[in-house]
């Protein structure tokens, strides 16, 4: 087993592959040893857009419109490695851009949030954005 573990974290720190990524902290304490933690990943607008459009598409693909509670249901938010509040936060403040209007308005009420998809929220147009576009913190 510890063999195995050390393999995987080998692979997120140092120079290798993931390590760039940002996803794993680890740190050396002279008490506890080795000391490994989530760590706080790059969100673009482009890795979240392709991220809502996967979820539509998996999850959501005959619907013109969801609550936001039901994302987080789903599990969009521990995807992304943010918080509830935080998610919220970004996808206002994308919606509000002129830019990714074809691809969903987030609408506040009182007691529910949505999100109404747009024509543009597919994974094949959000792939193609998020390769050409996007700053690659995520891939």
């Known amino acids: 087993m510890d063999s195995l573990l050390s393999s995987v974290r080998r ?10 990524l940002g996803l794993i902290e680890t740190r050396k304490n002279r008490e506890q040893g080795i000391s490994i933690r989530l760590g706080t990943p790059k969100l ?7 991220a809502l ?6 999850y ?7 609550a936001f509670s039901e994302l987080l249901s789903a599990g969009l938010a521990h995807y992304l490695c943010s918080s509830p509040e935080q ?17 969903f308005v987030f609408k506040e009420s009182i007691n529910i949030d949505s ?11 959000t792939l193609l954005e998020l390769l050409q576009k996007g700053e ?4």
Do not use: V
């Open 87 to 103: 998610l919220r936060t970004e996808l206002r403040r994308i919606s509000q851009t002129s830019r990714w209007n074809n691809h």
């Open 44 to 50: 673009t607008d482009e890795i979240i857009i392709h």
């Open 60 to 66: 959501y693909k005959s619907r013109s419109s969801i």
């Open 136 to 139: 690659d913190t995520w891939l």
């Open 11 to 20: 692979m997120f720190i140092g120079d290798r592959p993931l390590a760039e």
């Open 53 to 58: 459009a996967m979820m539509r598409f998996h």
């Open 115 to 125: 999100i109404s998809f747009g024509d543009d929220c597919n994974p094949k147009k």
